[in-house]
């Protein structure tokens, strides 16, 4: 394939996004809580500079929409949202959200939560009650499975949160969830660094059960634990320096996961790590062979005497691209059939509306086969998504301009 036509393909091919995010509406708990608990839900108040915030469990968070930039000019001072008109309707509002899908071209799409939940659903599992934890954990996904999933089954993959401060709970809400379609869950990257046991404890266990029997993917979004990374620099620029990292955060969320001992266990465990770009993805295969072939540090706690590491981080893992250029040509060290792409609407990282061309710049020496992989076949697999009419679709819009409708101020 030259690359004129690796280019055509792309522009007409079906896109699935595996890392999108939702903002979520104020009125998201409304109606959705225990009667005795309703009071005491996420709320949005006004600040007296003019601000919305949400306040949650003694605790206020100071953006309703972190970093749903979209539409908006980086230049944009504050370049971040301090109340819901200032952002896309598109960030919280799933009707508005298609639009938004057709204007860059994207088919399907996964969506993280947002600030008030955390990547992972962290706030709830934190909550300082419990019940109101769980309550609250139960309340976000009903949300998504009423108002967003269920009016626009071909376009979202339904990811869910889980509960997990007890595993026996959180292994209760997937099944939950998977009874009604759910096909992923959000799971913190290290959870240690949220203060919960570790991934080697056997505290995961019901959790980690749960998805296999239910077929339901573990998703780990990078800063799902946080996004501090080793010796910041505390009087340095944070915030560049965070996001420079974020591959290295995937990286040692990765190892961790594999060396828990629960991909080598369960082959059918699908763990996919969004947003840390596939730079890493090599370098690890290849330390992971050094250590079991040449230096021996990684044959005594190795759990398998069949597949090596490596073979397990190929065959249990998935990683997403959002621009990735120095690593397409070594593509096959990761595997094709395991690379996604990600779009990661509505934050600064995303390329939208125009992300469709920049994959076409950056897959021009794949073949037909590997681009309908990457673009959507992988995804559909994994996901067990059905595009519908959309899968034969050979003329797909994208890279256009927001309008005044969708901005919608």
């Known amino acids: 394939m030259t690359a004129i036509s690796a280019e055509q393909a792309v522009l007409s091919s079906p896109l699935i996004s595996v890392d999108d995010h939702v903002v979520e509406p104020r009125h998201l708990f409304e109606g959705r809580m225990p009667r005795h608990l309703a009071d005491r839900a996420p709320y949005v108040k006004e600040t007296s500079a003019g601000n919305e915030i949400w306040v949650f469990d003694g605790h206020a968070f100071p953006q309703v929409g972190l970093n749903a930039v979209a539409g908006r000019s980086k230049d944009s001072e504050p370049m971040e949202p301090l109340r819901f008109d200032h952002m896309l309707r598109g960030c919280w509002d799933p009707a508005a959200r298609v639009l938004d899908m057709d204007l860059g071209g994207i088919d399907a799409s996964l969506n993280f939560p947002s600030q008030i939940a955390g990547f992972c659903g962290a706030v709830y599992s934190g909550c300082s009650d419990p019940e109101l934890g769980q309550a609250c954990v139960r309340a976000w996904n009903d949300w998504y499975f009423e108002e967003w999933f269920t009016p626009h089954r071909e376009r979202f993959l339904p990811l869910g949160l889980t509960y997990f401060a007890e595993p026996e709970l959180g292994a209760a809400e997937i099944r939950r969830n998977a009874e009604r379609g759910f096909v992923a869950v959000s799971l913190p990257e290290q959870p240690q660094r949220l203060g919960y046991p570790t991934l080697h404890s056997g ?170 992989s990457v673009m959507y076949r992988n995804a559909e697999t994994l996901f067990r998504h059905d595009l519908g009419s959309r899968n034969a679709r050979a003329d797909v819009p994208g890279g256009g301009e927001p309008t005044e409708t969708q901005v919608d101020r």
């Not at 998805?211 to 080793?230: Q, R």
């Not at 992971?288 to 590491?309: C, F, N, Q």
């Open 203 to 372: 505290w995961w266990d019901p959790i980690i059960e749960a998805c296999v029997e239910t077929g339901t993917v573990v998703c780990l979004h990078v800063g799902s634990s946080g996004i501090a990374g080793p010796e910041l620099p505390l009087d340095g620029p944070m915030v560049e320096y965070t996001a420079t990292l974020f591959s290295s955060l995937s990286m040692a969320a990765c190892a961790d996961w594999l060396w828990s001992g629960y991909p080598a266990k369960y082959p059918e465990l699908s763990i996919v790590m969004a947003e840390g770009g596939l730079g890493w993805v090599p370098m690890l295969a290849d330390r992971l062979d050094y250590i079991t072939e040449v230096s021996g540090h990684g044959r005594k706690a190795w759990m398998s005497d069949e597949l090596s590491p490596t073979d397990i981080l190929l065959r249990n893992f998935w990683f997403c691209s959002l621009d990735d250029p120095s690593i397409w040509p070594i593509r096959d060290r990761i595997g094709v059939d395991h690379i996604l792409l990600e779009v990661d609407y509505p934050h600064a990282d995303s390329a939208w509306p125009r992300s469709r061309e920049l994959f076409a710049d950056r897959m021009a020496d794949l073949d037909e086969r590997e681009v309908s």
